[in-house]
């Protein structure tokens, strides 16, 4: 049967988003269906977050998901996504309680529900999500392992500007002294792990290196948090054994934006 594929967006579309977008239409093939949904959902933004300032760019999105092969795009109101009176939401107990869940509580079963309905509503065999958000498709997957939903989920490498810097669309806050300095957090997170391959297994030695990193190269940067945690459970990790999996994640503010990136250390 000709697989429909969906790509979850919040909109304010760039090209890591384009790429999933591109990797959803190879999935599906000629004879598959491409949807895109845009909804910037209120459920997962806490009280002053950035909700309200959230790029709304309806119009080049739609164009954007056009050219890189969508068959359709669902772009619902608000008020057609829940109901005034809702009362039945998702609640994850475990994966979000660490990373950026500890500075931004409810927002990953936020996530969950708008995921779940989006995947109700489409009903599609496959989703595409970039691994920039890993802990977000940990989750997703999680959910979807729990209550036996029937998609099944793809997750993409993040798309890099040329140095470095993940592509997001909170980007567009950083003034270009912050932009500047943004990348440092990519490089931060490589040099943790060249030293990782070079035999350096101790959490507390791979953090410094990050910290001193962005101390140096991204001063106006404040580190919200540093994790290095199990690629799985996303169990923190006083020790990173050469032949497990691990993931080190990281998010910073700069000024008002919060930017995440991370990075995996995977035995060779
Ligand atoms: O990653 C995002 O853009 C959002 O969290 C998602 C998955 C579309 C749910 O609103």
Redesign the pocket.
Known sequence: MAPVVLV???GALHQGHLDLVREARRLAGDSGQVAV?I?V?PL?FGPGEDLDRYPRTLESDVAGCREAGADLVFAPSNSQIYHPDRSIQIIEQALSKVLCGTSRPGHFD??CT??AK?FNLVQPDAAV??KK?FQ?LAI?RRMVRDLDIPVSLHGMETVREADGLAMSSRNRYLTPEERAQAPALRAALEKALAAWHMGITAATRLRDLVAEHLATHAPLGRVDYLGLVDASSLEAKAVLPANQHHLIAIAVFFGGARLIDNIELVPK
Do not use: A, E
């Open positions: 979850p967006t919040m949904s909804f959902n997962q936020g996530v708008v995921v989006l999500f970039g958000d977000q997703i």
